[in-house]
RNA sequence: GGCCCGGUAGCUCAGCUGGAUAGAGCAACAGCCUUCUAAGCUGUGGGUCGGGGGUUCGAAUCCCCCCCGGGUCACCA
């Protein structure tokens, strides 16, 4: 962009005056420090080293002469190694005029190439999505949209966890003490009542551990053979051999996981555009692994089992195949990848998931190289770090969770009183209130947690419920509300229209630019690049922090400088059409987040 | 113990491909609504950037050692 070009211009001049065989520098080349003057700032303190002249001289020589070769450049100035250049206001706004009808603004084109595998969510269906989930659906939706913008083809999955010992645990204890109830029945919604059941299991569970203990026996030894434990890993053989009951069961009480996490997905407004189910796909892998034993790259051992050998690369040995060919965690992602691979031929990978598997997936990327799938670069593992409660993390055993479809409850009647004590849903139709809470609810829970960075642990209080002012999602709501709600009052009060006024602005010139102004356009200048960053960073955390930092810009300006009371029509009309470009910024940026904004709040 | 990730204001977080006096928000205090939405704006106080070495004209940022917190090292997923 824009600093890629200055350091092009920078090395041509520097040659020019210092000598031809100087190596191309990568000097730094800025945005200025708020309080010096200046737009652009190029650091050419190494410069010296060929000019052998003083950092001042230096960059006043290299100054002078980009005078003559930018035309957008107004002045310059020196402090020691520092070269500040000012650009016209001119520049400014002939960018705004050229931009703010835009709609495309920011967003890359569309390539036209194989897929991005985006796999995010990949719930377990023993109980009911908590707030890591919402951590793990909030950043791999945002990254979907984000990557999206940068112009790649996406295709959003979810893989859903539907068998194994957790699921066997909910149906043990439904059998034993369920009474056949229903989600009709109790009007409990249907992952809840899963959930109840697993909770059961656990508690008698961990009751008959206490009482072997107390008896005797080793913990360790406790827990294999407690027989709860020992009736639920019975069930997981009856399902593995399709005994017709236990599937009907499981069945059941998937669907029931299924339409409950519909409508927390729906509430939380993520999507997919594929869905699989590890009973589907638990059993590829097998020939991956034998193939690879084909090949000798892997060994096995007298058991029959099959192991991989990463202790060249500072890992373990790792089982990819137990001895009786029953699958493990790894075989079956290793299946799913190769799967994907084939029918995809996908440029990337991303699988979002939290930092606790991080080791697994070094692992299984390593696994596929040495198996000759040179594509295992094209993995990436976005890991985030774990929401942590005031006084230590969440179980889901012990019922210390902050529970996804509560925690939106919460939000969405938090919203909604505030709302009302400031006095705001009093003219709106009941309906629109509605959605504006949850608007407002989800605008802040989403700002949240997207703002800070994902490889981050964070921490959230439930006691001090999540803000909506400063630094927040309504926030940034607000200002979008506020950019509106001028532009409705500007069109009715004065006629304005964007599409005339952008034509009427562009002949005229020596329009005069406040420096207030000057910075809300040089930051809707850089949306492009952050855009791009956060994609190539995998990190909505940018798009979210780059918004903050827009919002306070803009409403610093609107508090301090009139609009519809200015009474020079051009000065008038070009902080209207700053206000659409901010407005339409906002609302794309928020977008990439996941996050709507309202016309008004 | 090995490996990975964190440690920046009382709290929650930016900044980390080396650059100018380290930034926001919350909380605290003091102001601003007869004027485009006060979920806003302005100001004040608050920091040995975990500690110690090193590289450099220049280090929160890079390198080494140490301390603290988290994760992981399952024939669980």
């Known amino acids: 962009m824009i600093e890629q070009l200055l350091l092009d211009i920078t090395n041509r001049i520097v040659s020019r005056l210092y000598g031809e065989n100087i190596p191309v520098l990568n000097l730094p080349v800025e945005k200025t420090k708020k309080e010096i003057n200046g737009d652009y700032t190029v650091v050419i303190f190494s410069v010296t080293r060929y000019s052998h002249k003083a950092p001042e001289t230096t960059a006043?020589?290299?100054?002078?002469?980009?005078?003559?070769?930018?035309?957008?450049?107004?002045?310059?100035?020196?402090?020691?190694?520092?070269l500040n250049l000012c650009f016209s206001d001119n520049y400014w706004i002939?960018?705004?005029?050229?931009?703010?009808?835009?709609?495309?603004?920011?967003?890359?084109?569309?390539?036209?190439?194989?897929?991005?595998?985006?796999?995010y969510s990949s719930p377990n269906t023993n109980k009911p999505l908590h707030l890591g989930h919402i951590r793990n659906n909030l950043l791999g939706f945002s990254l979907a949209e984000i990557l999206k913008a940068n112009g790649y083809p996406v295709i959003r999955m979810n893989l859903v966890n539907d068998r194994g010992i957790h699921i066997c645990k909910s149906m043990l204890a439904y059998m034993k003490w369920g009474k056949g109830e229903t989600p009709e029945s109790t009007g409990i919604k249907p992952d809840h009542l899963i959930g109840k059941y697993y909770v059961l299991f656990e508690k008698h569970y961990r009751e008959e551990v206490k009482k072997l203990?107390?008896?005797?026996?080793?913990?360790?030894?406790?827990?294999?053979?407690?027989?709860?434990?020992?009736?639920?890993?019975?069930?997981?053989?009856?399902?593995?051999?399709?005994?017709?009951?236990?599937?009907?069961?499981?069945?059941?009480?998937n669907d029931w996981a299924y339409k409950g996490f519909e409508t927390t997905y729906t509430r939380l407004g993520v999507a997919f555009d594929i869905v699989q189910h590890e009973s589907d796909t638990y059993l590829l892998g097998k020939k991956v692994v034998t193939d690879g034993l084909e090949q000798g790259v892997l060994s096995q051992k007298d058991d029959g089992s099959i192991w991989i050998d990463l202790t060249q690369d500072g890992l373990d040995e790792k089982l990819l195949l137990r001895g009786d060919g029953t699958s493990v965690y790894m075989t079956q992602d290793l299946g799913t990848a190769v799967v994907r691979y084939d029918k995809f031929h996908p440029t990337k990978m991303i699988y979002v998931v939290g930092n606790e598997q991080n080791y697994h997936f070094d692992v299984l990327r390593r696994t596929l190289k040495k198996l000759g799938r040179d594509w295992s670069e094209r993995i990436y593992h976005l890991s985030y770090g774990m929401v942590e409660l005031p006084n230590g993390k969440m179980k889901s055993r012990e019922g210390t969770v902050v529970d996804a479809d509560d925690l939106m409850d919460e939000m969405f009647s938090t919203a909604e009183q505030t709302t009302r004590e400031l006095g705001k849903a009093n003219e709106l139709p009941a309906t629109d209130a509605q959605d504006l809470f949850r608007m407002i609810g989800l605008g802040a829970l989403k700002y949240f947690i997207l703002k800070v960075d994902p490889k981050k642990n964070m921490l959230f209080d439930p006691a001090e419920s999540i803000d909506f002012n400063g630094n927040t999602g309504p926030f940034i709501q607000y200002t979008h509300a506020r950019v509106r709600s001028l532009l409705k009052r500007a069109e009715t009060q004065t006629g304005f229209s964007e599409s005339t006024a952008l034509q009427e602005l562009k002949d005229q010139s020596g329009i005069p630019v406040l420096p207030l102004e000057k910075e809300i356009i040089k930051k809707l200048f850089i949306f492009p690049s952050i855009v791009k960053e956060a994609g190539e960073t995998f990190s909505p955390a940018l798009i979210a922090n780059y918004l903050f930092d827009l919002s306070k810009e803009y409403n610093q300006f609107y508090q301090e400088v009139p609009v519809l009371k200015e009474e020079n029509v051009s000065c008038r009309d070009m902080r209207l059409i700053l206000s659409v470009f901010t407005g339409k910024v906002i609302k794309k940026g928020m977008r990439l987040l996941g996050i709507d904004v309202p016309e008004r709040m």
Request: without cysteine.
């Open 60 to 82: 006043a020589e290299i100054g002078n002469e980009m005078m003559k070769e930018i035309p957008g450049l107004a002045s310059f100035n020196v402090i020691k190694g520092f």
């Open 94 to 119: 002939s960018f705004m005029l050229k931009e703010a009808g835009n709609d495309q603004y920011g967003f890359a084109p569309q390539r036209q190439e194989d897929p991005v595998l985006v796999e």
């Open 213 to 253: 203990v107390e008896e005797g026996t080793s913990e360790e030894e406790a827990l294999r053979s407690a027989p709860l434990i020992r009736e639920a890993q019975d069930i997981l053989r009856k399902w593995e051999a399709r005994d017709p009951e236990t599937r009907a069961l499981w069945a059941l009480m």
